[in-house]
């Protein structure tokens, strides 16, 4: 397990920046044709425990734990491939797969969040992610993910299969926060309830039901009304 590997990492005493990273990941990328890696999340533990995980498996590793210190890591060393998070502080992590994709239409993006949602993985593909995990998720599974070649599918409910009642809300709640562009008090505000109280139910996730889709699944081969290919957000929530 991922959780397992940083654990290992940390207790290596490896605690330093993601700076300390990105200067291996120079000496790398000088000295041999390593595929480089940009790791973006504000999570500094996460960072540095993937950014060993991926070292580990032969990958060139470059970190940064904002939408800024990617953009200009980005543009300074020109990743083959980016793992972005999609909650940070900020401008979203989805405003940055569209810009990573700016900076280098070839680069290929796998996105990974905690909050799994339909219409976040619709966007996150559109905006030209090959993947979308959610967390926690496996290096291999990460490494994999770049990899696929098959079109993303996204697995959508049969339009005559009644929901529960907390289903509805849930992607009714993250509508809102798509047309809101991450931005939590705004649609706290147009949903009417106070924004701790948003930010609760999303920390919940979406609701389970037994035979209900996992939450946030991207399956390829489901069938849906037109595949989403690669290629064109809901932007991540934000305080």
């Known amino acids: 397990m991922i959780l397992c590997e940083f654990a290992a990492e940390l207790l290596a005493g490896r605690r330093g920046m993601g700076h300390r990273f990105r200067g291996s990941a120079m000496s790398d990328t000088a000295e041999d044709s390593r595929i480089t890696v940009l790791v973006v999340d504000d999570d500094k533990a996460f960072c540095q425990a993937l950014a060993g995980a991926l070292r580990r498996r032969n990958f060139a590793v470059v970190v940064a734990h904002s939408y ?26 989805l405003e940055l797969v569209a810009a990573l994709k700016r900076v280098d239409p070839h680069i290929a993006v796998v996105v990974l969040t905690g909050y799994g949602s339909i219409a976040t993985a619709i966007e996150a593909i559109k905006l030209g992610a090959v993947y979308y995990l959610t967390k926690p998720a496996e290096p291999d599974d990460i490494v994999a993910a770049f990899t696929r070649t098959e079109p993303v599918m996204l697995e959508m409910p049969s339009p005559h299969s009644a929901k529960p009642l907390d289903e509805l809300e849930w992607e009714h709640l993250q509508a809102v926060l798509t047309d809101c562009r991450g931005n939590i008090s705004e649609a706290a505000r147009r949903l009417g309830m106070h924004r701790r109280s948003l930010q609760r139910k999303l920390a919940r996730g979406r609701p389970s039901h037994e035979g209900a889709v996992t939450p946030g699944a991207v399956t390829p081969g489901a069938v849906t009304p037109g595949a989403v290919t690669p290629g064109a957000a809901t932007p991540t929530p934000t305080a």
């Open 68 to 93: 800024e210190d990617a953009l200009a890591e980005a543009e300074a060393w020109s990743p083959d491939r980016a793992v972005v998070d999609l909650r940070m502080p900020g401008r979203s992590g």
